[in-house]
């Protein structure tokens, strides 16, 4: 598996999984049927935003990551990222290696810390990776989130300083 920074022809590695994700609804704040266009736009173009690919030998995306300022101007020293792993490929590390590689490139571009404002306090194997890596759950939101199996469900604020070894 090879992690390298996304080009523009890698969208089309990266639409199916993302949509199937976006579909379910068990992890991401999107609509259900948001469309590739307005998908493409949000996971490809944050400003002042990196994305990333996981691929595999033959060249298929296997995972991605997108990296970006949690907040404009004085909150821009803190990054933030979204990660999707295709189901296919689940359970294989990538989604770790994603996470370490990320990790590393916020360190390296700068920022101080990293904070996801909203990790669903369903999606445990994402929170028990966050937390192996050294990430503290802030706060919950109390039913902040409505899924569509579990109903209404707390978003975790998770935080971890960068340069430096997870405690």
């Known amino acids: 598996m090879l992690i390298?920074?996304?080009r523009g022809d890698d969208w089309s590695g990266i639409w199916p999984f993302l949509r199937e994700i976006v579909a379910a609804g068990e992890t991401y704040c999107w609509p259900p049927?948001?469309?590739e266009e307005d998908a493409r736009v949000w996971w490809m173009g944050k400003a002042g935003g990196r994305v990333f690919v996981a691929?595999?030998?033959a060249g298929s995306v296997l995972g991605t990551a997108?990296?970006?300022p949690n907040q404009p101007a004085a909150g821009s020293h803190i990054a933030n990222a979204g990660f999707m792993i295709a189901p296919s490929a689940a359970g294989r590390g990538i989604g770790r290696a994603l996470a370490a590689h990320v990790l590393?490139?916020?360190a390296h571009d700068g920022y101080r810390a990293m904070q996801f404002n909203a990790v669903v306090e369903t999606n445990a194997g994402a929170i028990a990776l966050w937390q192996s890596l050294g990430f503290r759950i802030?706060?919950?939101v109390s039913e902040?989130?409505?899924s569509p199996t579990r109903g209404l469900v707390g978003l975790h604020?998770?935080?971890?300083?960068l340069g430096r070894s997870p405690s």
């Open 33 to 35: 049927d948001t469309s």
């Open 4 to 6: 390298r920074d996304a």
């Open 157 to 161: 604020i998770m935080h971890r300083m």
């Open 104 to 106: 590393d490139e916020a």
């Open 55 to 57: 691929v595999d030998e």
């Open 144 to 146: 902040a989130f409505d």
């Open 138 to 140: 802030l706060a919950t």
């Open 66 to 68: 997108e990296l970006h």
